[in-house]
């Protein structure tokens, strides 16, 4: 049962949770156990911006394997997260491998098998969360969204509890980000509040690229893609709004009524240790942003949101791994409010 005094769940993660063995190029050493997964990722974007008691408010799911370490339980029960173990002793822990290459290449494949997370997973408290991030292939965030829409509407009548409608902000894997994807792509759009691809898996549901030969990305064909989204419609009545995260140039949030593009935090590059897991921050960071930035929750929150998904994302980039916490509520030293002000007088001068 849910503790009277916690605060209500703002976000919930559908991502897995997965402990990665990170190895570079020579003499660099190979590290392991070291947290991942979009779902750890995004839970710690939407915990930076969540300080105590608000952390409580953070909902996410961590499988425990056999071989679960047990100073990586210590790590995240020190976050104060609504995070629910499940303890699976008759497997091993979901593992992946990282290899990175010549020109910050980065090749991924599991090394147990995956334990997916899906609308059975939540338990009463995390199904009455306020958003969930979906990361997923169309299809299936069609199904999550129906599914968690459908089981609210059982607890609603089973406990007399009145639920608000939820937002769902939808992170599309790479590899389905195809041509061929693209018709269920439109039907799964209809059904969410927020889609959040890279500029690449964007541009790859139109077969086209979307980084120019220096590197840079091509912003006219973002905001094209993102146009051709919209006309077809996001979330109910077209009331939703698309996010391209754009790495080194920052992010463009584009709905019916407002159309910008954002700078990344870092814009040194020597500030960026590893980016894995920056994307799956930002949408943490990006989701209570859309819950608590603004006076009701919902698209018209989507600037202050995507400024608190590039805060959430340069605290993750800094470091392999998690930021780490530190006393006064600082992450890697810093303080969220510090950062966020910083940001700020950054878009405000450009």
């Not at 402990?19 to 995004?42: F, M, N, R, W």
């Not at 839970?43 to 990586?72: C, H, N, T, Y």
């Not at 993750?316 to 791994?321: A, D, M």
Request: aromatic residues 8%.
């Amino acid at each position: 049962m849910a503790d009277d005094d916690a605060p209500a769940i703002d976000f919930v993660s559908l991502g897995m949770f997965i402990l990665d063995d990170i190895e570079y190029l020579p003499p660099k050493p190979t590290v392991k156990d070291v947290i991942g997964g979009a779902g750890a990722y995004s839970a710690m974007g939407a915990r930076i911006m969540s300080p105590p008691p608000l952390s409580k408010s953070v909902g996410w799911i961590v499988d425990e394997g056999s071989d679960f370490p047990s100073q990586v339980r210590q790590t995240i029960e020190s976050w104060d997260t609504h995070c629910l173990f499940r303890r699976t002793p008759d497997r091993l822990t979901t593992r992946g491998w990282n290899g990175y290459g010549e020109n910050e290449h980065r090749a991924f494949k599991y090394l147990t098998p995956k334990l997916r997370i899906d609308h059975d997973s939540l338990n009463d408290d995390l199904l009455g969360s306020k958003s969930f991030h979906l990361i997923c292939s169309s299809s299936r965030a069609l199904d999550l969204a129906e599914s968690i829409l459908r089981r609210r509407k059982d607890l609603s009548a089973h406990t007399g509890r009145s639920l608000n409608s939820p937002l769902f902000i939808w992170e599309p894997v790479p590899d389905l980000c195809t041509p061929e994807e693209l018709e269920t792509c439109l039907r799964a759009l209809r059904h969410v509040d927020f889609v959040s691809p890279n500029h690449g898996e964007l541009g790859g549901f139109y077969g086209r690229t979307t980084t120019k030969p220096n590197g840079d990305v091509d912003r006219e064909a973002v905001q094209d893609c993102c146009e051709r989204w919209l006309a077809s419609g996001v979330g109910e009545d077209g009331r939703g709004a698309v996010v391209v995260r754009a790495g080194k140039d920052g992010c463009y949030i584009a709905s019916r009524s407002k159309k910008l593009w954002l700078p990344a935090y870092h814009q040194d590059p020597s500030k960026v240790v590893d980016p894995t897991g920056g994307g799956n921050g930002f949408l943490g960071g990006f989701s209570v942003g859309l819950v608590r930035g603004g006076a009701s929750s919902g698209v018209q929150n989507l600037e202050e949101a995507a400024v608190w998904g590039n805060v959430a994302a340069s605290f993750c980039i800094e470091q392999v791994g998690m930021p780490t916490l530190e006393p006064g509520e600082k992450w890697n030293g810093d303080r969220v409010e510090d950062r966020v002000r910083r940001y700020r007088e950054m878009v405000e001068a450009a």
